[in-house]
């Protein structure tokens, strides 16, 4: 079975947050607006992390784009009470919308922050609501999301494979979440880090390879190889 | 009506009666369950080719189309300029075609100009209103009393434009966007365009503020080359200085930072151009064979420039500047680009020129790492326009902003103001503006307003009501670019020839049309020699006609034996290119004539341009001081503007809330700007981090909020430019405040005529309430 994983390379970034924006558009995620933004509740699945580090002149910032890390140990799942989140049997962390009860746990106990809760029903401009992705479904208020590794582009592919009775490629999953797809500087990677010769499973052996807050055991699948000079 | 079970009861609980009665009249959990009626669009999903017009980049997109609705964007993979991928701003592209507040019908103005009043009108009475006016020009024979003002990114439609105005009989087909670099190139190098760069090629980038990561176009070609530069060459990566004001993107992500005082770029050009000289580190060989002018150029820098005067000028000290010099000159390929802050000061063109010259000093001209002339993309020309009396004499008037009182002026927009005002050298009968708002980018905003009033005849084009179209009598609106047919050259960056071409993606929303087409509509309905000269019945057929020679000359990536043919697979792939780069110093493919690169009298690089030698009496390195706008005591501080990657341009630019919700990674600010001040500085000014201040400098005042970052200057702020919009939709009225307001339209690079927009000098203070 594939373990699905993403290597994300730091040195290629640039804070473009082009990512961050291809996320919404794929999945339907509805803008915050000023006011909401202001009480914190803006919802990126996908968003770019900025850390600052020294004083003038010698400052450094540095970019983390950050998805749901899609954890083989996830904390979220441990502690949803119904059941509602759990790992499926190819590492990705799925939601089950239908059985969320809204107590937000999971978005409590995950230490990323990539999880949201939906306090309103979500409200587009009717001009937009014409152009929503239809492969994504739409949430209503009272449940949590986060990112699903794109999991129905993932479907598609395997869909598209079987009809055309054969495995899935590693060219074809490099790009396959939306993020991945989008990014100007190709410093993204997806794909199974249980196939040796995946990009994915090569880059996640770099000696430039890291993962966030890994002393927490939460095992994340996502690597990010950090930037040189 | 479906039953509701026990089972289908407990599936629900918890949710609104709303998703239940969905339940009962749809039978589907998961139409319950979804609140908003997601209906899935019917038919295959197919992908169609398009051309981004957020940024001048005009990247390639394709877009994801099912029945008529587009539902996603991606990059054009076979684009070479952004190979597949797309910024944040073209992906939220189909926001700007799903918009509730683009203009969807013809209007007319009723009420006062800039009440808001508006009555919508048939596109026949539109067109008839409009062409009645100009056509009383040509009839009174001042055809030149119309002005049409255009904003890149426009494509073809830039070269339409202009076509139309000459047709018309008018020389004020006016780019409200001049720049420096341009000018620079035609005296050095005798074409009028700003460069390609072989970055991917390169091996150390030796950047005056130019910014790579951030606004400079092609956006995501820009931000591709940089990933190669860095990981793209195993073992050879590429080295990147940035010498900048602030710390940018570009600043954070280059090997070295220097922060350098805003408008002294140019001398420390000069003083780097001192060592390379006086270490003999130059390029010998195409110092010797291609240059003209390097004795006294070279003798010149080597009296007046050395690294310890140029340090007291620039803040730089003596032993960075002769580091600097000597990695460049060490590397081999080497480039130094001067970004557009650098032309938007006083010494602007100079300082432009002394950065460029470091180009050939190491004999980075047309060789690969270097700098490229950008191919045009060889369309058929335009043919000649039919003159009569009244066009002849028409053209033969002076351009009603000036620009030829400044020796390498290309426009002189702010000089338009009083050219109205004072109906000197003629009056404005009609102004007609397509991406153009000086309302809100321009200077003197007074100004503007009294003389848009002396104007009989305003006519907007645009799609979105912002600032200026807010005061026109009609309004066209055009097509968004989903919507209609494009062809844009790509601008200068991979130097090869690309055309991006895109179809409309959906049937238009709205009753709105393309201004290609509306152009040719008037032109007919003007008729005379303007009619005469477009003999196309529509844009896509003038686009057929530009395309024949492209076709015929049979090069490059589509062939094909009819234009038909030709079309048919530029429209299926969305893009045609031609490579390689014929490098004059290179050995790839053909390479071309020195006297194509160095086109200027002397066939070589002039590092004495002799217009700058003859005609001007002006002696090298050509270099002046900056001169900001407000005293130091008074204004103790400089002030930088710029422009963010979540910062598009055109009309509803600034209605698309996805990116006003990233706006500001680097100080983690949404929805709205603010003034990055250094801590230190901030602490002395008694400033917190979140206070309100007020930035004001000679002209004018805004108030922001302030933030700390320790990436300014003690003597800097830096303001990121492009919102602060009083007009253009729900999400862009009242968000940030406009910079451009703190710039003063009397101080000008006398050579290029560009306003000096990064020489202003602010004071900063605490707002009291």
């Not at chain 2, 365009?193 to 400079?216: I, K, M, N, V």
Request: charged residues 20%; proline residues 8%; contains cysteine.
């Amino acid at each position: 079975m594939p373990r699905w994983g993403m290597v994300i390379d730091l040195d290629k970034c640039t804070g473009c947050q082009a990512c961050s924006v291809a996320c919404r558009m794929e999945n339907n995620i509805p803008f915050a607006g000023p006011e909401e933004t202001e009480l914190s509740r803006v919802k990126w699945w996908h968003k770019v992390l900025r850390f600052e580090e020294g004083e003038y002149p010698k400052v450094r910032l540095t970019f983390i784009p950050r998805p749901c890390q899609h954890c083989d140990n996830p904390p979220c799942v441990t502690v949803c009470p119904v059941g509602a989140t759990y790992v499926d049997d190819e590492g990705v962390v799925r939601m089950d919308y239908n059985r969320c009860i809204g107590c937000r746990f999971c978005a409590t106990a995950c230490p990323y922050g990539v999880r949201h809760f939906n306090w309103y029903d979500p409200d587009y401009p009717e001009e937009v609501r014409a152009a929503l992705n239809p492969d994504v479904p739409v949430r209503p208020r009272g449940v949590v999301e986060k990112c699903t590794f794109c999991i129905h582009r993932l479907e598609a592919a395997k869909h598209k494979a079987a009809e055309e009775g054969r495995e899935l490629v590693d060219a074809e999953l490099v790009n396959l979440p939306a993020c991945n797809e989008v990014c100007p500087a190709s410093a993204r990677y997806f794909g199974d880090l249980d196939d040796p010769e995946s990009t994915v499973s090569r880059l996640a052996h770099s000696p430039r390879a890291f993962k966030l807050l890994e002393e927490l055991g939460t095992v994340p699948k996502v690597f990010y190889l950090k930037e040189t000079s | 009506m479906k039953e509701i079970n026990r089972r289908t009861f407990l599936k629900l609980a918890g949710v609104s009666a709303a998703a239940a009665a969905l339940y009962q009249s749809s039978g589907s959990i998961l139409a319950a369950l979804n609140v908003v009626d997601q209906e899935t669009p019917p038919g295959e999903a197919r992908w169609v080719s398009s051309v981004c017009q957020l940024c001048p980049a005009e990247c390639g997109l394709r877009v994801r189309v099912l029945g008529d609705v587009a539902v996603k964007i991606e990059g054009n993979p076979q684009n070479p300029s952004n190979h597949g991928r797309t910024c944040p701003k073209g992906q939220v592209g189909l926001h700007l075609l799903y918009n509730p507040d683009r203009v969807r019908t013809p209007l007319k103005r009723m009420g006062e100009r800039g009440e808001g009043q508006w009555q919508p009108i048939s596109w026949d009475e539109a067109i008839e209103a409009v062409a009645t006016q100009l056509l009383a020009s040509r009839t009174a024979g001042t055809p030149e009393r119309m002005a049409f003002l255009y904003e890149r990114p426009v494509g073809l439609l830039a070269e339409a434009i202009t076509y139309f105005c000459q047709a018309m009989g008018t020389p004020n087909g006016i780019d409200m966007r001049p720049d420096a670099l341009s000018k620079a190139i035609f005296l050095t190098q005798g074409w009028d365009a700003q460069p390609g760069y072989d970055l991917e090629r390169t091996r150390h980038l030796l950047s005056f503020g130019y910014a790579l990561l951030e606004s400079a176009q092609p956006s995501v070609h820009l931000l591709s080359a940089y990933s190669v530069m860095r990981r793209g060459r195993p073992g050879d990566r590429a080295h990147i200085v940035q010498i900048e004001p602030r710390l940018s993107v570009t600043s954070v992500k280059a090997d070295e930072w220097v922060p350098i005082q805003p408008g002294t770029e140019g001398v420390l050009a000069l003083g780097l151009a001192w060592v390379i000289l006086s270490e003999h580190l130059y390029d010998e060989a195409f110092v010797t064979e291609r240059c003209h002018g390097f004795e006294a150029w070279s003798q010149a820098v080597l009296e007046g420039y050395s690294p310890e005067r140029v340090a007291s000028l620039t803040g730089i000290d003596e032993r960075t500047i002769t580091r600097l010099a000597r990695e460049f000159a060490d590397t081999s390929p080497a480039l130094a680009i001067g970004g557009d802050a650098v032309g938007q000061q006083t010494n602007g063109l100079a300082s432009q020129l002394a950065i460029h010259s470091l180009n050939a000093l190491v004999g980075s001209v047309d060789v690969p790492g270097g700098v490229m002339m950008q191919r045009p993309v060889p369309l058929t020309p335009w043919p000649e326009v039919s003159m009569d009396d009244v066009t002849t004499q028409g053209l033969a008037q002076p351009r009603i902003d000036g620009p030829e009182r400044y020796p390498l002026g290309h426009s002189a927009v702010h000089h338009l103001p009083e050219a109205i005002l004072d109906g000197d050298p003629y009056p404005l009968e009609a102004l007609l503006l397509y991406r153009a708002n000086p309302l809100q980018e321009s200077p003197d905003r007074e100004a503007w307003q009294e003389a848009l009033k002396q104007v009989p005849l305003i006519v907007s084009f645009d799609s979105f009501v912002e600032e200026t179209s807010a005061y026109a009598d009609y309004i066209l609106p055009n097509h968004t670019f989903l919507e209609r047919w494009i062809a844009a050259p790509l601008l200068p960056s991979l130097g090869y020839p690309v055309l991006a071409f895109g179809q409309p993606v959906v049937e238009p929303l709205y009753d709105t049309r393309a201004l290609g087409d509306v152009l040719i509509q008037l032109a007919h309905h003007i008729g005379g020699g303007l009619g005469e000269s477009f003999p196309w019945k529509d844009y896509p057929e003038l686009l057929r006609f530009r395309l024949e020679d492209l076709m015929t000359i049979g090069d490059g990536t589509i062939r094909a034996d009819t234009v038909d043919a030709f079309w048919q697979q530029l429209a299926e792939r969305g893009t045609w290119f031609n490579t390689p780069y014929p490098f004059a110093g290179g050995d790839e493919g053909k390479p071309a004539e020195w006297e194509t690169v160095l086109a200027t009298p002397s066939g070589k690089f002039e590092f004495t341009p002799q217009m700058l030698q003859e005609e001007l009496s002006l002696s090298p390195p050509y270099y002046e001081p900056p001169r900001y706008v407000g005293q130091e005591d008074e204004y103790p501080f400089h002030l930088r503007l710029y422009t963010l990657m979540t910062q598009a341009s055109g009309p509803g630019a600034a209605n698309l809330p996805h990116l006003h919700e990233l706006y500001g990674l680097h100080v983690k600010q949404m929805w709205g700007n603010w003034v990055e001040i250094n801590p230190e500085t901030a602490h002395e000014l008694g400033i917190e981090e979140w206070d309100e201040v007020w930035v004001e400098s000679l002209v004018g005042k805004i108030r922001l909020l302030a933030r700390l970052y320790e990436g300014a200057q003690p003597d800097t702020v830096n303001i990121p430019a492009g919102l602060g919009h009083t007009a253009g939709g729900q999400w862009t009225e009242g968000i940030g405040a406009n910079p451009e307001i703190l710039v003063s339209s009397s101080y000008v690079d006398e050579l290029s005529g560009l306003v000096a927009r990064q020489g202003v000098r602010v004071k900063i203070y605490k707002a009291s309430n």
